[in-house]
């Protein structure tokens, strides 16, 4: 079965940066899109950014050009490059990717990672 494990995820200041990773593992798997979502308490999930398997992407309007999601295929890995956090960032961000399996096209979730953005 296909695992996704993040990392990168901890406490910064506001105006700091983060770097999370999600790498998926294991074999006979063709990973399609990929993407983050974040969910802080009491607040519903929501996207954050996705990347299509050609290297296309879209952003959350809350990120304003301070998030940059990016994708290397030889790695099954997706990269979520945070700048300019904010305390509103503070969230547990979750790796979600649309993978083939068997002839049948699954989502699958990481755990998630825990971000914290505090003075």
């Known amino acids: 079965q296909v695992q996704l494990v993040e990392s990168g995820g901890g406490s910064v200041q506001p105006g700091g940066s983060l770097r999370l990773s999600c790498a998926a593992s294991?074999?006979?798997?063709?990973?399609?899109?990929m993407r983050w979502y974040r969910q802080a308490p009491g607040k519903q999930r929501e996207l954050v950014a996705g990347i299509t398997s050609g290297g296309t992407t879209n952003y959350g309007e809350f990120v304003k050009g301070r998030f940059t999601i990016s994708r290397d295929n030889a790695k099954n890995t997706v990269y979520l490059q945070m700048n300019s956090l904010k305390p509103e960032d503070t969230a547990v961000y979750y790796c979600?990717?649309?993978?083939?399996?068997?002839?049948?096209?699954?989502?699958?979730w990481g755990q998630g990672t825990q971000v914290t953005v505090s003075s």
């Open positions: 294991g074999s006979g798997f063709r990973i399609n899109a």
């Open positions: 979600n990717a649309d993978i083939l399996q068997d002839w049948v096209l699954r989502g699958y």
